[in-house]
């Protein structure tokens, strides 16, 4: 595993957090990077954890030039929230899972001198994905660290994320081990939301065209009940003036 240097405090190193490079050299690249950070980082919202993309990964105390830059690295047991880059020996914990979107021009630097740096650093599992099917078999490759050595994985699932990783067209889809349950994507979200809110206006509609039949049946209900009493009304005054012509007890009256 790779050494942390201690470095003094009068040389005050500078560990700049960008490089003026693009964030990914395809859109495909792109989005893919951008779903998995955004689908990682709600499925790990209630967690002490935290979900990075592209931000500098700083494993050599006092050696700035001594970086990389995962596209998507998970870091548990450490505050939640960004960074805008993240020092392994301030932070105490080295990223457990990291992602890189793969293609043809990065595949050397992706697959030897990444993998072998995220092995020594002792990140648990490395999870190479090419969007553009332009080298990788099947798309998705994954390493897990058995000891010191990354083996690769046959079961296309993630122990640290307790997800299973499932091809999705130019996307990886993420699900649940204990439920099966599908993380949604930032699109699926918010098509998820408008059902729902379409549902609720639906449920919110049927429940006042109920309190308004209630309230017409109620209405009814009172009207007959004056109905009633208006007509008991009638026939008491109808008795009453019986009554007063000589009829002693109308009630006998057929």
Known sequence: MTAILPVSIESQPFYPSADGQPVAETYDHLYALL????????????????????????????FPKLR???????????????????KIWEEGQVPAVI??????????QDEIFKKTLYEQLGV????????????????????????ETYEAIQDSRSEPLQLRLVLEGRLIGFY??????????????????????????QAEE?????????????QRAEQERQRAEQAQLQIEQLKARLRTLGVDDPDTLQ
Do not use: C, H
């Not at 078999?137 to 000891?147: A, H, I, K, T």
């Open 99 to 108: 992602f890189e979107m793969t293609s043809f021009g990065t595949k050397g």
């Open 124 to 147: 648990k599992e490395y999870w190479l994905f090419d969007p553009k099917s332009e080298w990788v078999e099947q798309q998705l490759r994954g390493y897990r660290l058995r000891g």
């Open 206 to 218: 049927r429940a006042e065209q109920e309190r308004q039949r209630a309230e017409q049946e109620r």
């Open 35 to 62: 779903t998995t950070l955004e689908v990682l980082k709600q499925y790990l919202a209630d967690r002490q954890a935290t979900v990075l993309a592209n931000q500098f990964l700083y494993y050599a105390q006092g």
């Open 176 to 201: 649940r081990e204990d439920t099966g349950e599908k993380l949604l994507i930032p699109d699926e979200l918010a098509e998820a939301l408008q059902l729902e809110v379409a549902a609720r206006q």
């Open 68 to 86: 990389v830059a995962p596209d998507v690295m998970v870091i548990f047991d450490v505050a939640p929230g960004g960074r805008d880059n993240y």
